[in-house]
């Protein structure tokens, strides 16, 4: 049985179960009255044909002239308008029918047949009324709805390309200077100038592939910096240090892809590059409460020539928000020691 009910349009569910209800109410209290006759039942299947037949009408005629399309307010006025028309017209042929099979109720005998007219139309407007916010209800339910998840599909297209656009951003000034450093160690030391090829691959490889991932474990993103940092080695030498601390507990939490290299990348862009004798980049990660802090502090000021609202770190600050909305927060600022400090803190995850 509820398959076959699947199979029936809505539209025909809604109308047999409004008219059936109005046959069963006007029953009811035929029965209760003690007007349950032959004329009651002959007036009753009249209207209701009559209902039927021109509710469908008046629906293709709703549905054909757009009116649901329309702004509200000329949505309330032509309902209207249509609702009053064919409570006229129905009003009219029950009027005829009842007094072409003589089925009138007895009330109707002793008044004249413009106010017969008029009652049968005030009645139909009722109904027809009813039946016309009923549809109206629906049909803005089911737009509010649709408009809801076409929303809701538009913002996670633009989430997606927005991470996309970020998560797909490499320095290409990295680049170059790798591929520099490279042959500049070809002829010096080969064994290093293969090593170096690995690692650049590495790094090219995962910011491929974390198009497709939205978060990473940070033991794989910190192999990644550890390539990033040595060809980075190549071509400081002694002048960039690097330390870390890390809890080997928050090896598996998930972080986004390529953000720790974006903040390694700009502490080095804009702090160990802008010293003459480098200094120090120093790696953190670390549970604080509920949360996974992620440090990077490397040698310089933000006043000192950090690039505070740069791509890196606007996009990261962006990337943090979409994943994690409220939840995680993004900081920079200069520490006592005379360090700039980058701070991300992301919720744990319970794995």
């Known amino acids: 049985m509820p398959g076959f009910l699947n199979k029936i349009p809505k539209y025909w569910l809604f109308q047999a179960t409004g008219w059936g209800m109005f046959i069963l109410i006007n029953t009811f209290f035929a029965f209760t009255f003690e007007r349950f006759n032959a004329d009651f039942i002959g007036r009753l299947i009249t209207f209701v ?7 469908h009408i008046m ?3 709703i549905f054909r002239t757009n009116i ?17 028309f064919f409570a006229i017209v129905v009003g009219i042929l029950d009027s005829l029918f009842t007094y072409i099979f003589d089925i009138r109720m007895e009330q109707e005998d002793n008044i004249g047949e413009t106010q ?4 049968n139309s005030f009645y139909a407007f009722v109904y027809l009324f009813i039946w016309n916010m009923i549809y109206f209800i629906y049909h803005y339910i089911a737009k509010s709805r ?6 809701l599909r538009l913002q996670a297209m633009v989430k997606e390309l927005e991470l996309k656009t970020i998560k797909s951003h490499i320095n290409p000034h990295f680049i170059f200077n790798a591929l520099n450093s490279i042959r500049a160690l070809i002829d010096e030391n080969p064994s290093r100038a293969r090593d170096a090829v690995t690692e650049l691959s590495n790094i090219l490889r995962s910011s491929m592939q974390s198009e497709n991932m939205e978060t990473v474990t940070l033991e794989r993103e910190l192999n990644i910096v550890k390539d990033y940092l040595a060809l980075e080695h190549i071509r400081f030498e002694d002048r960039l240090q690097v330390e870390y601390d890390i809890d080997e507990d928050t090896l598996d939490q998930p972080i986004p892809p390529m953000m720790l290299q974006t903040l390694v990348e700009n502490a080095i862009k804009h702090g160990i590059s802008k010293h003459v004798d480098g200094g120090v980049v120093r790696i953190i990660s670390d549970f604080k409460g509920n949360n996974h802090e992620l440090i990077v502090r490397n040698t310089g000021k933000l006043n000192g020539g950090m690039n505070k609202d740069g791509f890196g770190l606007s996009s990261t600050a962006n990337r ?3 994943l994690f909305g409220d939840n995680a927060r993004f900081e920079i600022s200069d520490t006592p020691e005379n360090m700039v400090e ?10």
């Open 146 to 151: 649709t408009q809801q998840l076409d929303t």
């Open 49 to 55: 044909g009559i209902g039927l037949l021109f509710s």
């Open 342 to 351: 980058a701070r991300v803190s992301i919720p744990v995850q319970v794995h």
């Open 116 to 119: 017969v007219v008029i009652s």
């Open 59 to 61: 629906r293709n005629v």
């Open 320 to 322: 943090l928000g979409l």
């Open 68 to 84: 649901l399309q329309r702004p509200l307010n000329h949505q309330v006025i032509g309902l209207f308008l249509i609702t009053l």
